[in-house]
């Protein structure tokens, strides 16, 4: 008897329907076949001990197995279900007319329990997608699943109940709902662990990062140690705006197929923050590897991606994240497979000037040699930095500032102004589904929406011929200019606007150095 069932295959963020076809008959060996990998090919000593928990046989006769289609690789545990449902039902051990209604998915324990899966929510959107009823998977995903409201979700513990709910009429097939799509966004978190109001002076350190925040724009942060850099870094995601319901599912896809998502997570609602060491290599920043898998970069998609200690990770490390900050997005190529995952990320990086910190420091003295500082800074090519918009140079807060009682800006109230000109931004943007910020618009866009008068330009064209500034670098400043005037609440571009965009860009590397 020949039966099928239905699970999926994740490629990126993205997930591709998969026949499970098994047929029994004469003789009494199993074979699966459609480029399983290892972990399938071990699945049926995993299923025999889940069927014989839950009280039933495992066919002795000749099983043949096929994960269509048959030309591309299925990889991981998570057709164990699958594979046991379509065992029993193709050997008259349950009912199968109903079984080509749902996806079924899950990794089986020898016991017959369900263990979590990865890509939970691409895969019940793969269902929806593709017309199925609903979509069987361990409870432990069910939350996650269950973002696809128009799709049935059941979350089960255990091998028993799958077979039970297929014995249960339509009416006695509860299913999990959780949340309602149509809203426009998610409540901001009540409260951080860190906040604005906590540093003291640093105002001009602030207001770069509210632009950086308004614009989504990426900014280095240059200075000695103890200047705070690390700290007003950490801050950052206090000011930044609340996701929205698209962001939400893009940002949960990329980390429910990596597995960051464990069983209280449904739908992420905070911006990611991500800060790895400065000994992470070039494959888990921007992923790859055997099996292709999200990096950094994609884990930090619709957030930030802290560097800290810039000069100190590897230069081809660096030099890997060149195209992702251009093109938001990362296609990773093997002989066999190309899998894209989404990259658009606020590049957040800081890093002193010279080997031993205090270079240009204004009470101590810098013990590196100009040849140590050179070859030190060179570590950060100028392509890379090309694409950083904002460069801020961090001075030591003094004694007076340090110990003012005078109180400082909360995160809240400089948030409200970020979400403003976001909100601008969400309106000028109207129809781009693409684009959420002024730091993702095109060419093309920019001409549109930063035109600047012949006051401007004039400054522009001085600025660009004294720092001898690219092509890249002129695009930046007219998209921080932008961001600037958003969040001045004015239409156009003023010389002021422009002006405080170009400083950010007047502290290159030559003259650090100089």
């Not at 640093?202 to 632009?211: D, G, P, S």
């Not at 109180?407 to 976001?422: L, N």
Request: charged content about 20%; hydrophobic content about 40%; overall charge neutral.
């Amino acid at each position: 008897m020949l039966v099928k069932t239905y699970g999926s295959a994740v490629f990126g963020v993205d997930a591709l329907t998969i026949t499970i076809e098994v047929c029994i008959g004469g003789g009494n060996k199993y074979h699966i076949v459609g480029l399983p990998d290892n972990t399938i090919r071990e699945s049926l000593r995993r299923i025999e001990s889940a069927i014989q928990s839950a009280g039933l046989k495992m066919p002795r006769q000749k099983i043949v197995i096929n994960l269509a289609p048959a030309d591309i690789r299925k990889e991981g545990s998570a057709y164990d279900l699958p594979i046991a449902i379509a065992i029993l039902a193709a050997s008259g051990q349950m009912d199968a007319t109903a079984t080509d209604e749902y996806f079924i998915m899950g990794e089986l324990s020898l016991d017959g329990g369900l263990q979590p899966i990865r890509g939970a929510l691409p895969i019940a959107i793969q269902a929806h997608a593709a017309g199925f009823k609903g979509f069987i998977l361990p409870k432990d995903n069910s939350r996650e699943a269950a973002i696809v409201t128009e799709l049935l979700v059941y979350g089960m513990d255990n091998l028993k109940e799958v077979l039970a709910f297929f014995k249960a009429s339509a009416a006695e097939k509860p299913a999990h709902t959780l949340l309602d799509a149509a809203t426009g966004a998610f409540p901001l978190p009540e409260g951080f662990e860190h906040d604005f109001s906590e540093v003291k002076g640093q105002e001009n350190i602030k207001r770069a990062l509210e632009i950086a925040a308004a614009g989504g724009h990426n900014l280095i942060l240059i200075g000695p140690p103890g200047a705070g850099k690390t700290m007003l870094a950490k801050r950052l995601p206090s000011i930044l705006p609340p996701l929205s319901i698209p962001e939400a599912l893009e940002t949960t896809k990329i980390h429910s197929v990596a597995g960051k998502l464990n069983a209280l997570d449904a739908l992420m609602t905070s911006r990611p923050y991500r800060c790895p060491h400065h000994t992470i290599s070039d494959v888990a920043l921007v992923g790859g590897g055997a099996n292709p898998q999200p990096g950094e970069i994609s884990l930090a998609h619709n957030g930030v991606l802290f560097l800290d200690e810039l000069p100190e990770f590897k230069r081809s490390v660096l030099e890997v994240m060149r195209q992702p900050l251009e093109d938001r997005n990362i296609t990773i190529s093997r002989a066999k497979l190309s899998v894209s995952y989404p990259a658009s990320f606020m590049l957040i990086a800081s890093m002193n000037p010279c080997p031993c910190g205090f270079y240009n420091h204004p009470t101590k003295e810098c013990t590196c040699g100009s040849g140590l500082v050179q070859k030190y800074l060179s570590k950060i090519s100028g392509p890379l930095l090309d694409r950083i918009d904002l460069h801020v140079e961090v001075t030591p807060v003094n004694f007076k500032e340090l110990t003012s009682s005078a109180a400082a800006e909360k995160s809240e109230q400089i948030r409200t102004r970020v979400i403003a000109a976001r909100t601008i931004q969400g309106i000028r943007f109207q129809g781009r589904p693409d684009l959420h910020c002024n730091a993702q618009m095109n060419s093309g866009m920019l001409r549109q929406v930063c035109q600047i008068d012949k006051k401007g330009q004039a400054l522009i064209k001085k600025a660009m011929e004294r720092l001898g500034l690219s092509a890249r670098a002129y695009d930046r400043i007219l998209k921080v200019a932008r961001t600037i005037a958003d969040l001045a609440g004015t239409e156009d571009i003023r010389t002021e606007h422009l002006a405080e965009a170009i400083n950010y860009r007047s502290l290159d590397r030559d003259s650090w150095a100089s």
